[in-house]
């Protein structure tokens, strides 16, 4: 019923307070899961149906990381963790508004809205995610090596007039600047989808060691590269 990877490790509760509200039901869930609590409270259109949804979250714990694996939401560092938000879905449109998360001396934020969930055409996305510490988020936003130190990345998807959906990223470390942008193809395999992506810092041998490439001198570089997905079929 709840979806998760693995089974909850213990004590798991789960305590719910409803109350039938005309065309809804308003609820309110308080979730216990290892040393993670998550609070919600909101209206659904019905106890198990989550096709329509409105609900004011928060969470916090000691190992964000243990929590998301749980959830299916990737890795994300073992650091003690504070959440708080509101998501609203009506069938295919997800609104996320002013979701945080504060990971340890980092914090991270989502704000926008999915008109096709779960794929990301013709919506409006965008997140930041800044800290002291990039080693604990190497996984996270695929930094390698010797990536350390104080570091920040944002991200943007913006469905435009003309019916392009279109991609940004920026990134910046201690070992240089990642700058992306392009289009988005369409979903759930987004073939199509092009993006135009340049590299530079101050030492390319340190960077491309962190990725098992050798041959570099310690010389500044920049790296300019164009990529596409291909339909599989």
């Known amino acids: ?14 305590n719910g307070r409803g109350q039938p509200a005309g065309d809804h039901l308003r609820l309110v869930l308080d979730v216990d ?17 989550l ?9 916090n714990g000691q190992n964000l990381g243990a929590f ?15 959440a708080s938000g509101l998501v609203t879905r009506d069938g295919r449109l997800l609104q996320l508004e002013d979701i945080t998360v504060v990971i340890g001396e980092a914090t991270f934020s989502l704000d926008g809205e999915l008109n096709n969930f779960p794929d990301l055409n013709n919506a409006r ?41 279109e991609v940004t990223l920026n ?27 340049r590299i530079e810092g101050h030492n390319a041998k340190q960077l491309f060691d962190g990725y098992g490439i050798s041959g570099f001198a310690p010389d500044p570089f920049t790296l300019e590269s164009t990529f596409t997905i291909e339909n599989q079929g």
Not at 39 to 49: I, N, T, V, Y
Not at 151 to 164: L, Q, V
């Open 1 to 14: 019923m709840l979806g998760l990877e693995t089974p909850p490790p213990a004590p798991f509760r789960i």
């Open 125 to 165: 996305l965008e997140f930041d995610l800044h800290g002291d510490d990039a080693v604990k988020f190497r996984e996270l936003v695929g930094i390698r090596g010797v990536a350390e130190g104080a570091f920040e990345a944002s991200g943007s998807i913006r469905a435009n007039p003309d019916g392009r959906d």
């Open 68 to 82: 998301t694996r749980l959830l299916r939401l990737g890795e994300w560092p073992e650091e003690p963790f504070e």
């Open 33 to 49: 899961v290892g040393e993670a609590r998550l609070d919600l409270e909101g209206r659904s259109a019905g106890l198990l149906d």
């Open 171 to 197: 990134m910046q470390t201690a070992v240089g600047r990642v700058e992306g942008s392009g289009t988005l193809g369409p979903g759930p395999g987004y073939a199509g989808t092009e993006a135009e992506v």
């Open 51 to 59: 096709s329509r949804v409105e609900y004011r979250l928060s969470a």
